[in-house]
């Protein structure tokens, strides 16, 4: 009893001290800001980071090692806004949290006078924290992927301006500004980011669009960019192609949205079934608990 007791504690101090280290967090350093927005990957790790970003570090180290690719990974990050170090600290986080839960609860109940079988606790605090490692990763992804979503809503749009543009007479490049100009959200965000990062370097819009495409998983702007290639370069006509993109991608964006409708109707069925079903559950155990003879 001591001895849980003991372990309990130690567990409870170990996760808060986690759980502050994450929560207060240093200001993230100049070079580093410096270098995420000119889009040279992940800001850097601090040398004086102290405990937190050493450990943090240590583990992405080992994952490095480990052979598993990242790429995905890190494409998600670029797309949810947050660093490695950020998503590391979440999920070590998660994990001594679920690690730390049936310790506690052990300890709380073994006040109360009630004993749990030691295995039960160990198997527990594993599962927890195993859950609590990789649902980070499950989080991450899904908003990686509703962002994505957004991302290819606001680029129909976005194509839709600049298609207006240059019926109006304006050079592609021109057109391709002030279409980002006149949008909102983290997609004209990024495409203006884009475009701007373009005008410093010297080089075209289209293969800022493409490296933008690769960077955030979207092959609908890859196409685009590879169809505005042909227009700044061979002089092909754009202003159709355009049209016909956005056209395809509000369709498939269409049907993406009745599908996603659809789900959310069959998921609204599901407690009325639980429900039922625990009616006759109610209902029917006494017939049968009088009739089984139990």
Known sequence: MIAAGLAAGAAITFGSMLLAAGLLARPEPLADALDRLAGNGHARRSAAGGIRNRTIGWFGDVLARSGRDTREIDR?????????????????TAAVVGLTLPPVLLLIVSLGGVHMPLAFVVLA?????????????????????????????ALSSYLDLVNVILAAGAGVETAL?????????????????????????????????????????????????SGLALAGTHGAR????????????????????????????ERMSVPSVVLVVGFIVFVGYPAAYEILGF
């Open 125 to 153: 605090a594993t599962g927890l924290a195993a859950t609590g490692f990789v649902l980070p990763d499950l989080l991450m992804r899904r908003r990686a992927a509703e962002r994505r979503r957004g991302f290819r809503y």
């Open 76 to 92: 998600d990050l670029r797309v949810t806004g947050r660093t490695r170090e950020q998503h590391l600290a979440d999920k070590l």
């Open 177 to 225: 500004a002030d279409a980002a100009d006149a949008g909102h959200g983290w997609a004209f965000a990024q495409l203006r980011s884009a475009l701007a990062r373009a005008r410093l370097a010297g080089e075209s819009p289209w293969r800022a669009f493409r490296r933008l495409g690769e960077d955030l998983d979207l092959p609908e702007l890859r196409e685009t960019a």
């Open 238 to 265: 754009v202003r159709a192609s355009l049209q016909a993109r956005a056209q395809a991608m509000r369709s498939r964006d269409l049907a993406d949205m009745e599908g996603h409708a659809e789900a959310a109707t």
